[in-house]
């Protein structure tokens, strides 16, 4: 069970899950090379070593192959209510590397459990890519938690839409003006009262190959241009809420002491430029980048 503290000074909570201690750090340990490699319970054939199934897009029976996307209980929860969504039996392929029906798929699999979860209380989904982001499996997946209605959450509200990168039927992509990371990104319904679990079928598929298009994108600057020596890595997260957003956070910089001591975020890269960039547009590279590598 986790425990809600709150800190009555700054009106924030604290979730102590002791239960996260035990879990493993597969990505993390150079001693794995040496210690014999244990079989991943996120791959197709192992489904009955990991926790239990509660929903798969696909096909094939609980707990047997044939699913395409799988959401299972975490055996190390943070709140009573969080699941694991795999986005493929691919133990290597990233958003970035699947098709982007698969991406559908997992946008679908996010939806059905939102749906599932929404009257008891806020659905967060979120994904850790790449161990700089915090992830502490290999095999690419998100995750979905339940947090109590009565628990104010600090969530950022949807930003004003500047710096577009794309606009489409129902999405515009945009970098915010307070963005507080390099390249931040995000994505919004035109039509923002409704929640992420009032998406329709047809929206889904364009939200994935915005998403798709944006992380592919933000590879290529990353790699292009050998931004730092931390590997490409990334975070996004859904809103819970009404007028929500998915946001897209790349790992390109680390945070250090300042902004752990200020709560003020610096970012070396102007938005503006950092949407240019996005759309494709490179005759601002050079510029940006100088900067950047400047700085870290
Ligand atoms: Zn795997």
Not at 8 to 23: F, G, K, P, T
Not at 84 to 95: A, G, L, Q, T
Not at 117 to 133: D, P, S, T, W
Request: hydrophobic share 35%; charged share 25%; aromatic share 10%.
């Amino acid at each position: 069970m986790s425990k809600y503290v709150p800190d009555i000074i700054s009106h924030r909570w604290v979730i102590i899950a002791s239960s996260r201690l035990s879990r493993p750090e597969e990505v993390s340990s150079k001693k794995q090379k040496k210690t014999k490699k244990k079989p991943c319970v996120f791959c197709e054939n192992n489904e009955k070593l990991s926790s239990t199934e509660v929903y798969r897009v696909g096909k094939g029976k609980i707990n047997e192959p044939g699913w395409k996307v799988r959401v299972i209980s975490n055996k190390y929860p943070i709140t009573d209510y969080h699941e694991i969504v795999i986005h493929s039996p691919d133990h290597e392929k990233n958003i970035e590397d699947l098709s982007k029906q698969q991406v559908g798929h997992i946008l679908l699999a996010y939806r059905e459990r939102f749906r599932f979860y929404r009257k008891l209380g806020q659905v967060l989904i979120f994904c850790n890519n790449g161990e700089q982001a915090g992830a502490s499996m290999q095999h690419p997946h998100s995750q979905l938690v339940v947090i109590p209605s009565q628990i104010n959450l600090d969530t950022l509200a949807k930003e004003p839409i500047n710096n577009v990168v794309s606009d489409t039927e129902s999405f515009i992509s945009y970098c915010p003006d307070f963005s507080q990371w390099p390249y931040e990104v995000w994505i919004a319904p035109k039509d923002g009262t409704g929640k992420y679990a009032d998406l329709t079928d047809t929206q889904l598929e364009e939200m994935a190959e915005i998403l798709q298009g944006l992380i592919k994108q933000l590879k290529k600057i990353y790699t292009s241009h050998k931004i730092s020596n931390i590997p490409f890595a990334y975070n996004y997260y859904i809103y819970p809420g009404h007028n929500w957003y998915l946001r897209i956070i790349p790992r390109f910089v680390y945070r250090a002491g300042f902004e752990l001591g200020t709560g003020l975020n610096v970012n070396v890269v102007d938005p503006s430029e950092a949407a240019l960039e996005l759309r494709g547009i490179e005759s601002k590279i050079i510029g940006v980048l100088s900067k950047l590598k400047g700085k870290i």
